[in-house]
């Protein structure tokens, strides 16, 4: 599932990367709640939680089978 993720990230990765943001995997556990960590302007950004929930929680979810929830990590 990690290397599905990682593919998955790879497609979100432009979009965040075009404001000066990123985001890393920090962990996959086995009951399926992905944590990552927003990175650059992301970050710090007032719209961390929308871009965390519709943009890489909603493309995670629909690409990988499996996950439950997306978690922001610092």
């Known amino acids: 599932m990690t290397e599905e993720i990682l593919k998955a990230l790879e497609t979100i990765r432009p979009f965040l990367q075009a404001d000066n943001g990123d985001v890393e995997l920090v962990e996959v556990s086995a009951d399926g709640i992905v944590k990552v960590k927003?990175?650059?302007?992301?970050?710090?950004?007032?719209?961390?939680v929308m871009t965390l929930?519709?943009?890489i929680e909603r493309s995670l979810m629909n690409q990988?089978?499996?996950i439950r929830r997306i978690e922001a990590v610092n």
């Open 64 to 66: 990988v089978p499996g």
């Open 53 to 55: 929930r519709a943009g």
């Open 38 to 48: 927003l990175t650059g302007d992301c970050k710090d950004c007032p719209m961390s």
